[in-house]
């Protein structure tokens, strides 16, 4: 194995050295390592003395470690230029063909470059982070804890691999700097909304999330570095020659993928929806396990959180759902639109946010809604009402919503793993084409319409089946 690291080693020892070399580079990474530390340790200066004299210091204890975590971002940031230019840059300046002729295998030559493009940024990002500590210390500044002071620095590892392994794989697509630093905003602006989410964990004081967020964003790196491993090819760095927006080549792909040579709607139930449920079969087991998890984990939350609701107001709920359905009729088609519609755009989030993190994140609302529906249970069981009547306002729609939510999340997964695969005879735009497709064919063909019924049982069936269990 090291045999085999060490042609990836050469290319980090070279390009290490020339970036160093560059004063373009150089007087940046010195320029964030001195200057920025600093303005944030006069930030924290000014922070504590106001909140001191308001008597607010907890708000303060917080910033500190904050803004070290800013502190650790804002380099790696700025020096994201580097890995952005790492192939297209050789591209556009002709020195590519010679490291391309190299004997390094792909995966070699791709990890050297992904390697050597996350030094400098680390290195400014750490120096900087020093200093900021360094001038804590000198003005006599309470340090984070040690857990704190942990986290932060393994979430900046973590988040500056992450990063770099973006823009990696956008170099390695784009043709051109200009492209690669103009789709660079699909890095930094979803990096930036993750600080913003563990600032708002770390206010809370909730120290123990933290390190299930340097864990998620550990995967999700792992899987970038895995996604450009399988899909780089030093033929194709060559063989681009300009990016054109083809729209009719991708409807093409895409409705290829989705028809899968059926020749009628019935073939295509028969034959091509069978064979990607099949392919599902791994991930909905997988994808269901997550789910009662998901269920678990609302119903512990009640220990944590108890709630009761009054008893008296349990006994009534009988009569008021039967008022409720004597006016129910002048909103039937409004009231399963409105169902549907919420059920359906959920999963479609799940998709959209599945897409930018390979599947990993696209579990998420349905781990949400199952914990929600947890609590829910666990809250009304502890308030006295049957398990009869639970499950009399629940499985009713339940049996047909939970399992289309399997199913959608599911295909959202595979097409993460799919993409994380070894494709060597198409390129990543046919691969993320093809599995949108089989998305596709799973939520016209199965979840919208199971979702429409479930609405509609949602709507008319159960609340009358809740009312006779209430004895209405």
Not at 102 to 122: E, R
Not at 193 to 204: D, G, H, K, R, S
Not at 226 to 250: M, N, P, S
Not at 403 to 413: D, H, N, Q, Y
Request: glycine share 8%; with cysteine.
């Amino acid at each position: 194995m090291f045999d085999a690291l060490r042609p990836a080693w050469v290319i980090v020892r070279r390009e290490v050295r020339d970036q160093f070399r560059d004063w373009r580079i150089i007087f940046p990474i010195i320029g964030l390592t001195l200057v920025f530390p600093f303005i944030m340790n006069w930030t924290a200066q000014q922070m504590l003395d106001f909140t001191r004299e308001y008597g607010a210091t907890i708000i303060a204890d917080r910033m500190v470690p904050f803004l070290l975590m800013v502190v650790g971002f804002f380099p790696i940031s700025v020096s994201l230029v580097i890995a952005l230019e790492s192939f297209v840059g050789e591209k556009e300046r002709g020195s590519i063909e010679p490291l391309l002729n190299t004997p390094l295998k792909d995966w070699q030559l791709y990890l050297g470059k992904l390697v050597s493009s996350t030094v400098p940024p680390l290195v400014s990002s750490y120096l900087g982070m020093l200093v900021y500590l360094s001038g804590l210390m000198i003005k006599h500044i309470e340090l984070p804890g040690a857990e704190v002071m942990v986290q932060i620095f393994l979430l900046t590892t973590v988040q500056a691999v992450m990063m770099v392994s973006g823009a990696v794989v956008v170099s390695t697509q784009a043709t051109s700097v200009r492209a690669a630093n103009l789709l660079s905003s699909f890095i930094v602006i979803p990096v930036a909304f993750l600080i913003q989410w563990e600032a708002l964990v770390m206010f809370w004081g909730n120290q123990g999330t933290l390190w299930w967020v340097v864990a998620g964003v550990l995967v999700l790196t792992v899987l970038l570095v895995r996604v450009g491993l399988a899909h780089f090819h030093r033929e194709e760095l060559l063989g681009r020659e300009i990016d054109v927006l083809k729209l009719r080549w991708a409807w093409g792909n895409f409705s290829k993928a989705f028809n899968g040579g059926a020749r009628n709607v019935w073939d295509w139930y028969r034959n091509v929806l069978p064979a990607t449920l099949r392919r599902l079969a791994l991930p909905c087991a997988f994808v269901a396990l997550m789910a009662g998890a998901g269920l678990l984990i609302g119903t512990t939350l009640v220990r944590d959180y108890p709630f009761l609701i009054d008893g008296g107001k349990l006994k009534d709920a009988g009569t008021s759902l039967k008022k409720l359905l004597d006016v129910w009729p002048l909103f039937r088609v409004e009231s399963v639109t409105m169902i549907w519609w919420q059920n359906l755009r959920v999963l479609i989030l799940g998709m959209v946010i599945g897409v930018f993190s390979f599947g990993v994140l696209g579990v998420l609302p349905l781990i949400a809604t199952m914990s929600v529906t947890g609590y829910l249970v666990g809250v009304l069981t502890n308030s006295g009402l049957s398990l009869a009547l639970l499950a009399a306002l629940l499985l009713p729609h339940g049996l047909f919503e939970i399992p289309a939510a399997i199913l959608a999340t599911a295909a959202v997964l595979e097409a993460g793993a799919i993409l994380a695969t070894p494709t060597p005879t198409r390129t990543i735009s046919e691969v993320l084409l093809a599995t949108l497709a089989d998305w596709a064919k799973v939520m016209v063909g199965i979840v919208i319409p199971v979702l429409l019924l479930a609405a509609f049982v949602e709507a008319w069936v159960t609340p009358r089946i809740a009312l006779w269990a209430f004895g209405g």
